[in-house]
């Protein structure tokens, strides 16, 4: 596995005392896009700051590319972009001078034609003269990003990417955001929106009261907790799940036979025969999976309840 960015121990407790994170380590793999979940107040814009420079750590260390992110800051951060979650720009600049103006800041020799490739690929092409306040709000976001992207980073922070936009940005977002990928970025994202993690993620991390409770493949995960139902419908109705069904977890609801079963261990074929044999008959069936939200939703009660 080709390590990109590594997180060993790294806790923070706040002045205040408040304790946002408790020791977390996590590797991070070049060209992934890695989802970090969780509730409000979980700890991961915390663990984010932390990562770019932005936060002092109480412990741990940081190494971003074979640099060491708090004594060697500077090369760190060079590699990294962050797309914070407020809007952090000069509302009387124009589009383009912001852009270019980011790429400055890291200290990169001006590439009008990497920058423009940005603008574009952000469709803020035609926006480029515009000054940041006569733009919609989710241009404003797009700018954040074109910013972050301005000093070509191997890594890129989205801190709650798509939090208050519609749903065709959204979209247009995790296109963006493959589109990266495919370039070579690696790409760490938090989000609230389950569905976010579900559709981006290559892996999924969840925190939950600063704890990284779960670092797992997305679809790993999936198919490990994942609860999958089938619901037969019946042709004739019957009064109870006959005893001969006893084997499987079979329960009769709204006239539909309804059949739970692990991703891993199903027996379809088995039920239909048995049924068959019975003489019981049907005329639909249909076959669902629990989402990814089922689960998170599922993990945070049971860190609840440990
Ligand atoms: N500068 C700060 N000083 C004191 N406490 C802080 C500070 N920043 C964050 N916290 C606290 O640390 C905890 C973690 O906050 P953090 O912003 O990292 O959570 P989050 O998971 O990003 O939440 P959200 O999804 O709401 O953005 C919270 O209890 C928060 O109140």
Redesign the pocket.
């Given at each position: 596995m080709d390590t990109i960015l590594s997180v060993a121990g790294v806790s923070k407790t706040?002045a205040?005392g408040?304790r946002?994170l408790h020791p977390v380590d996590l590797d991070i793999r070049r060209g992934e896009i890695f989802a970090l979940l969780?509730p409000?107040?979980?700890?991961?814009?915390?663990l984010i700051s932390i990562i770019c420079g932005i936060v002092t750590p109480s412990t741990g260390t940081i190494t971003v590319m074979g640099h060491d992110a708090l004594t060697d800051f500077k090369s760190a951060r060079r590699v990294i972009g962050l797309v914070p979650?407020e809007l952090s720009v000069d509302m009387f600049e124009t589009v383009l001078a912001t852009v270019k103006f980011s790429r400055r800041l890291f200290g990169r020799s001006a590439h009008d034609a990497h920058i423009e490739q940005v603008l574009r690929d952000l469709s803020l092409w035609d926006k480029r003269h515009a000054k940041i306040m006569e733009l919609s709000g989710g241009m404003k976001r797009r700018v954040l990003i074109a910013k972050a992207l301005s000093h070509e980073p191997d890594i890129l922070f989205l801190d709650?990417p798509t939090a208050g936009v519609d749903v065709a940005l959204r979209r247009d977002m995790w296109k963006l955001v493959h589109r990266l990928r495919a370039n070579g970025t690696t790409i760490i994202l938090?989000t609230?929106y389950i569905e976010e993690a579900e559709e981006m993620a290559d892996r999924v991390g969840v925190i939950d009261k600063g704890k990284l409770i779960l670092v797992e493949d997305k679809a790993a995960l999936m198919k490990k907790l994942g609860k999958r139902q089938m619901r037969i419908t019946l042709s004739d109705p019957i009064a109870a799940v006959p005893p001969e069904l006893a084997d499987w977890d079979v329960k009769l609801k709204e006239g539909q036979l309804v059949y739970s079963f692990n991703a891993e261990d199903e027996h379809i074929p088995e039920l239909l025969a048995k049924l068959g044999a019975l003489g019981v008959g049907y005329k639909d069936l249909e076959t669902s999976k629990s989402s990814l939200e089922d689960i998170f939703v599922g993990l945070v009660e049971r860190d609840a309840a440990a």
């Open positions: 706040y205040s408040q946002a969780g409000n107040g979980a700890g991961k814009t915390t979650q709650e938090t609230h």
